[in-house]
């Protein structure tokens, strides 16, 4: 399907639109800021959790294995048992020494294998232990965890709810004002927001220097600006500069149409 060509609009509307798509922006920031670190805390807490909750399965899956080894030496201790009363009723009926010191030897080889397979269960036994205690701490830590996230989720839900509303609201006005910007400059837009740490793109210049900016812009490049007719960024940041005169109609138009 082809793409839906934007209007062509002119350099002072593409202005005005990039302005109040950083004024929306701006303010999902400041929503989003609210939070604070809680939903890195839930993301980390539910990884630690999860990293956790596999060890866990894990050890379960060797007290699967270790109980099947146990199992194993009992049925195999049974059929020692076995054998060595079959070989003693033999005894009974040997026609010579030779034959019965044979049948010994069997049942004395049987026995040494009992005493292997109880000792290879109380290995198994022994590891079963130190894995119920590997086992019963992870539980614990999971439990607490658990516990932790919670609180934590039922904080974040609490602040989310207060917000959620004027967050959905702003949602929408931003598909609505980003749609009036052309592709290629919206991600330009997107590009120099994201390399900034305030998410601040578009920026009013302030006293002859870009707002937040230290570094003065040259008297001709602020003549420049305020006559509107080409994008102009600022060359220590990369914002996109804008005169204070349009920031403020925009700023106003903007509060009106959100408040």
């Known amino acids: 399907m082809a793409k839906t060509q934007k209007a062509e609009i002119s350099v002072e509307e593409k202005l005005r639109a990039l302005y109040d798509l950083q004024f929306i922006d701006s303010r999902l920031d400041e929503i989003r800021n609210t939070r604070g670190e809680l939903p890195l805390e839930v993301e980390d807490l539910e990884d630690e959790i999860a990293g956790l909750q596999k060890k866990s399965d894990l050890l379960q899956e060797d007290f699967k294995e270790l109980d099947k080894e146990i199992k194993v030496r009992k049925e195999n201790i049974k059929q020692s048992e076995t054998q060595i009363e079959k070989y003693k009723k033999q005894q009974d009926n040997v026609r010579n020494n030779r034959e019965f010191e044979a049948l010994a030897k069997e049942i004395e080889f049987q026995e040494l294998e009992i005493e292997l397979f109880e000792k290879h269960i109380r290995e198994f036994k022994a590891k079963?232990?130190?894995?119920?205690?590997?086992?019963?701490?992870?539980?614990?830590?999971?439990?607490?965890?658990?516990?932790?996230?919670?609180?934590?989720?039922?904080?974040?839900?609490?602040?989310?709810?207060?917000?959620?509303?004027?967050?959905?609201?702003?949602?929408?006005?931003?598909?609505?004002?980003?749609?009036?910007?052309?592709?290629?400059?919206?991600?330009?837009?997107?590009?120099?927001?994201?390399?900034?740490?305030?998410?601040?793109?578009?920026?009013?210049?302030?006293?002859?220097?870009?707002?937040?900016?230290?570094?003065?812009?040259?008297?001709q490049r602020q003549v420049e600006i305020a006559l509107r007719k080409k994008i102009i960024t600022d060359e220590y940041s990369g914002r996109i500069l804008v005169d204070s005169e349009l920031a403020e109609e925009e700023r106003q138009k903007m509060e009106d149409l959100l408040n």
């Open 128 to 219: 079963s232990e130190q894995k119920t205690e590997v086992l019963n701490g992870l539980n614990e830590k999971i439990a607490s965890y658990n516990e932790h996230l919670a609180h934590k989720k039922s904080e974040l839900d609490t602040i989310v709810k207060e917000t959620e509303l004027e967050e959905s609201q702003l949602e929408e006005k931003r598909k609505e004002f980003a749609a009036k910007v052309e592709d290629r400059l919206l991600n330009s837009y997107e590009k120099i927001r994201k390399s900034l740490k305030n998410g601040l793109a578009v920026v009013p210049v302030e006293r002859g220097a870009s707002a937040g900016s230290f570094f003065a812009i040259p008297p």
